[in-house]
């Protein structure tokens, strides 16, 4: 399995998780409590944390091209969800 991290610098993180989650439930399967989720994508599976600096993510694959789909996909939408705040592209990181 493959891993990466970023965070995405936010004083909105529970708002951003929530709307990922209720967005993503109309496909995939979601589990969402205690300002944490998870979303389980056919390419991998994307783990959420709201905190008060941020939206922290973790992305979990079996390979490299699933691993990008996962974070592409995480981080498209989110991006998206947060226009307001002149989003960025993310810094992700090899975890592991």
């Keep these: 399995m493959q891993e990466a991290t970023t965070r995405f610098a936010t004083e909105n ?3 951003y998780l ?3 989650c ?3 439930a109309h496909k995939i399967d979601v589990e969402q409590g205690d300002g944490r989720a998870e979303l389980r994508f056919s390419c991998g599976t994307g783990y959420l944390q709201a ?3 941020g939206l922290h993510i973790r992305v ?3 390979d490299g091209a699933n691993l990008a ?3 592409s996909v995480v981080e498209d939408h989110l991006l998206r969800f ?5 989003p960025r592209p993310l810094h992700w990181q090899a975890a592991g």
């Design 51 to 53: 905190g008060p600096d």
């Design 69 to 71: 789909e996962t974070k």
């Design 60 to 62: 979990r694959s079996p």
């Design 22 to 24: 209720k967005h993503f």
């Design 82 to 86: 947060a226009f307001r705040e002149e």
């Design 13 to 15: 993180g529970q708002k």
């Design 18 to 20: 929530t709307q990922l």
